[in-house]
């Protein structure tokens, strides 16, 4: 059974940091890129950040360049997301998604519904 379950969400003041876990299973964590996902109330879902299977190449939205770190422990079957500077604009429910192509790992948003797999999500609320 494949599963994406993420975990580490919580409440956080702004300028406050969170990590958050994907723990992967069912699959070959090896030759899957892993994208971050985040939909707040009432907003469509944006594509966060992507890192490929092999050379550990990553992409961000712009949104949160410079704030957000992404990195894979394989050994973990992991990735996570390091978030740092948080901003109430932050606030959504982080989801993770397995995906083959790097294509789609470079461009999540506008492949998210490309991707494999999808997990659920962990909220991440911060306030101001």
């Not at 993420?6 to 956080?12: K, N, T």
């Not at 978030?83 to 109430?88: A, D, R």
């Not at 999540?108 to 494999?116: A, L, S």
Request: charge should be negative; charged fraction near 20%; aromatic fraction near 12%.
């Amino acid at each position: 059974e494949v599963q994406l379950v993420a975990s580490g969400g919580g409440l956080v003041q702004a300028g406050g940091s969170l990590r958050l876990s994907c723990a992967a299973s069912g699959f070959d964590f090896d030759i899957y890129a892993i994208g971050w996902f985040r939909q707040a109330p009432g907003k469509e879902r944006e594509g966060v950040s992507c890192i490929s299977s092999g050379d550990g190449s990553t992409v961000y939205a712009d949104s949160v360049k410079g704030r957000f770190t992404t990195s894979s422990d394989a050994a973990k079957n992991t990735v996570y997301l390091q978030m740092n500077s948080l901003k109430p604009d932050d606030t959504a429910v982080y989801s993770c998604a397995a995906t083959r192509s790097w294509l789609f790992c470079s461009h999540p948003e506008e492949y998210q519904y490309e991707y494999d797999y999808f997990g659920q999500g962990t909220q991440v609320t911060v306030s101001s």
